[in-house]
């Protein structure tokens, strides 16, 4: 079974910063578009970021100027670096890789919780 391994959620002041980490198999990394989607409590998860191979990136408009992904493809690894937090970003954080070449499927981490409160 694939697993994606969340990292670095938490409580966090409004104007604070909280950068989260998700490593995947390198099998699955280099062929997947990686992705950073939240779920708070009552709503239905969204999109936040999402990034290519290639390193081309979307960010959700809600975010766009606080919020960066970025990945190191020789780590396997996808970061979503937030900044300027406000409470509306209180959610769990899923990290998801979307793999492009051959079946096209997806595969989820656990989630982490990121809470911004004073």
């Known amino acids: 079974q694939v697993q994606l391994v969340e990292s670095g959620g938490g409580l966090v002041q409004p104007g604070g910063s909280l950068r989260l980490s998700c490593a995947a198999p390198g099998s699955i990394f280099s062929i997947s578009t990686m992705g950073w989607y939240r779920q708070a409590p009552g709503k239905q998860r969204e999109s936040v970021a999402s990034i290519m191979s290639g390193g081309t990136a979307n960010i959700a408009d809600s975010v766009k100027g606080r919020f960066t992904i970025s990945r190191d493809n020789a780590k396997n690894t996808v970061y979503l670096q937030m900044n300027s937090l406000k409470p509306e970003d209180t959610a769990v954080y899923y990290c998801?890789?979307?793999?492009?070449?051959?079946?096209?499927?997806?595969?989820w981490g656990q989630g982490t919780q990121v809470t911004v409160s004073s």
């Open positions: 998801n890789a979307h793999t492009w070449f051959g079946p096209k499927k997806d595969y």
